[in-house]
C-alpha cells in the first residue's frame, strides 16, 4: 500500500500556514521529573480541534475547477466544522450531512460557518453524502481515510519536533487513525528513535488489536459508542492500519475513569478545556507511565469540544 | 521620569526565550465580524500567567553575585509563583512572605516550584519582606513597580504585532499596571496607530480615575477586594501611572457579571480556563464594543488560576 510520506507532509504545512495555528509546546511544572511533560494543545484550533490541520490541506490540494464545485462530508463532530471552516475560507460550498438525532449546538455550529446542513436518519447518513456529492458534483472530505487528510494531521509531527528536536516520546490518540498515521510518520521519518504510542479507550481498543493481529479487528458500534471520548468512537481502515504497523511503536489504553481525570487534569493544571478524546493523552502519561519509555514526553491534547455542562460536572 | 524603552523590552525578549512560552495568537469565529478578535492566552505559561515574563527578566538582570544570594517578595498570587517558578531555573534561593490566611492551595503551589515560604499576618507582609531581605542579603523583586518588570510584561506587546502586523485595537489587564506599561509601551513604540486600551473592574477603577487627574487616585482596600478580578485588587504606581499617561489611548471598565460571562465564554468558544482577572479583556470586548474603535482586535488573557471549584460554578 501507498503510505503517506514526510515530502507530502512537508507540502502540508505550507499549505496550512496561516490558517491553523502554530500551537506550541506548553511545559507542565506538575510533571514526573524523569518524564518531563510537553502538551501540544490543538484544542486551541480555530474550530477547537487538529481536524482543521488535515481538512483544509486536503481542500487546497483538488484542483481548482473541482473545488469550485464544493465538498461534503457526513461528520456532525470535529471534522465536519473542520471542512466548513476550511470551504468558507476557499470560499466554496461546504454540505455537511447529519444525522437527525444530532445535539442542536452542533448543528448551530457547522451552520455559523457557513455549512449546508443536511438532516438525514443515521443509517442513511454515507448513502446520502455519496448520492449529492455524485448530483452536484462535490467532493468528499472524508475523516481520516485519506491520505491527503493523513499529511494534514502530520503537521503536527514537525512542530512537535521542531519545538522539541529530542522528544523521546510523542503520545496521540487513535481513533479513526488520521492523527496517529500523519504524526507517527513524521516523527519516524525525522528522528526513528522518537518513540510514538498511540492511545485508546480500553472500552473497545480496536487499534491494539488489529495491530497485533495484523488485520482490522472490529468492534460492534454499541462497544465502541460506550466510551466518554465520543471523538475516539470509529475504527482504523486499511489505510491508517498500514501507517500505524508501520510506524506506531505501541498503544495504551485507558479507562473511563482515567479519561475523566484527565479531563481534570488538564482544566486544573494547564488551563485547558479538553474534550474526553483529547485528555485520553494525558490520562495514559498519568496512569500509565509504567508501560511507558521514561524521558521527555510530549502529549497531543486533540481536540477541546466539550458541552459546559459536563466539563463542570467532571471539574470538582 | 524615566520610562523604559523598546530597546528594554527587546532585551527582555532574548532573556526569557525559552522560559516562558511564545504564546500565539488565537482566532476566534465567535467574533464580531467586524472586530475580528485574537487571544493571547497567557494564561498557558508554566505558572498559568504573563507574570514569568516580568519575574524572569527582573532576576535575569541582577548582577550574577547579586542573584547568586536569592530573591525575596511577598505576592501570594501569580507573581510570587513566577519568582519561585524563574528562581529555580537559576538554581537560587526564593523566598515567598504570604500572609497568613492565604489559601493553603497557593503556598503549596510555591513551595512545590521550591521557594521558601515564610506566612506572617497580612498587615506585616511588606515590613517582613524589607527585613528578611536586608538580614539575608536577598534581592526583593516587585510584582509591577520596577523597570524590568515592565520590560519583561512589554515582550507580550512585541509578540502581538510580530504575529499580527496590523493590529488596530490591543485590550490589556490594568491591575497594578505593570503589564499594561509593557504592553502599550512596546506596541505604541512600534506602531503608534495601534490603539491600546487598559481594562479593569468598575467596582473600584483607579486607573482610569487617575488617568482622569493626572495623579494616583486611591481606593480603599475594601473597594478594592470586592472585585471577583482578584489579580486587580492591587492600584498603580507612580511608575506605572507615568507609563500609562504617555501610552495608553483609553480604559474600559467592566462589571462583575460582565467578567463572569468573560470566563464562561472563554471556557466554551475558546477552550481556554482563565480566572476572572484575565477574563476581564474578553468582557470587554464582549459587552463594551461601542466605547471602542473597531478592527483587528486582541485581547490578552493574562492568567488561568482559577480555583476548579469556582469555574464549575461559573460554567453552566
Redesign the interface.
Given at each position: 500500500m501507498d503510505l503517506v510520506g514526510i515530502e507530502q507532509i512537508k507540502q502540508a504545512a505550507g499549505d496550512i500556514s496561516g490558517v491553523a495555528?502554530?500551537?506550541?509546546?506548553?511545559?507542565?511544572?506538575?510533571a514526573d521529573p524523569d518524564r518531563p511533560l510537553w502538551l501540544k494543545?490543538e484544542?486551541?484550533q480555530?474550530?477547537?480541534a487538529f481536524k482543521i490541520r488535515g481538512a483544509y490541506h486536503a481542500i487546497a490540494r483538488l484542483a481548482v475547477d473541482v473545488r469550485a464545485r464544493g465538498v461534503i462530508t457526513h461528520s456532525s463532530g470535529n471534522h465536519g466544522q473542520a471542512v466548513a471552516?476550511s470551504a468558507r475560507d476557499f470560499r466554496i460550498t461546504a454540505v455537511v450531512v447529519v444525522p437527525d438525532v444530532a445535539p442542536k449546538v452542533k448543528v448551530d455550529a457547522m451552520r455559523?460557518?457557513g455549512a449546508e446542513v443536511v438532516l438525514v436518519p443515521t443509517a442513511e447518513r454515507s448513502d446520502a453524502a455519496e448520492e449529492l456529492a455524485a448530483e452536484r458534483g462535490l467532493t468528499l472530505i472524508p475523516p481520516f481515510d485519506h491520505r491527503d487528510v493523513i499529511a494534514g494531521q502530520g503537521t503536527i509531527g514537525l512542530e512537535i519536533l521542531a519545538d522539541l528536536p529530542d522528544a523521546d516520546v510523542v503520545l496521540v490518540q487513535v481513533g479513526g487513525g488520521g492523527l496517529a498515521s500523519g504524526v507517527s510518520t513524521a516523527i519516524k521519518a525525522l528522528r526513528p528513535q522518537t518513540k510514538v504510542y498511540g492511545v485508546e479507550p480500553d472500552i473497545a481498543p480496536d487499534a491494539r488489536d488489529s495491530l497485533a493481529a495484523g488485520e482490522l479487528v472490529p468492534y460492534t458500534d454499541e462497544q465502541r459508542y460506550a466510551t466518554i471520548a465520543d471523538g475516539m468512537r470509529t475504527h482504523l481502515s486499511e489505510l491508517t492500519l498500514a501507517h500505524l504497523r508501520a510506524n506506531l511503536d505501541g498503544v495504551v489504553t485507558v479507562t473511563e475513569d482515567e479519561i475523566r481525570e484527565g479531563v481534570?487534569l488538564l482544566?486544573?493544571e494547564?488551563?485547558?478545556?479538553?474534550e474526553p478524546s483529547g485528555a485520553t493523552t494525558v490520562a495514559a502519561y498519568r496512569f500509565h507511565g509504567a508501560e511507558l519509555p521514561a524521558g521527555r514526553t510530549v502529549a497531543v491534547v486533540s481536540g477541546?469540544?466539550i458541552e459546559?455542562?459536563q466539563?463542570?460536572?467532571l471539574?470538582?
Open positions: 495555528v502554530r500551537t506550541p509546546l506548553l511545559p507542565q511544572v506538575w494543545p484544542s486551541l480555530p474550530i477547537g471552516y455559523r460557518l481534570r482544566a486544573r494547564a488551563n485547558l478545556v479538553a477541546g469540544n459546559p455542562s466539563l463542570a460536572e471539574l470538582p
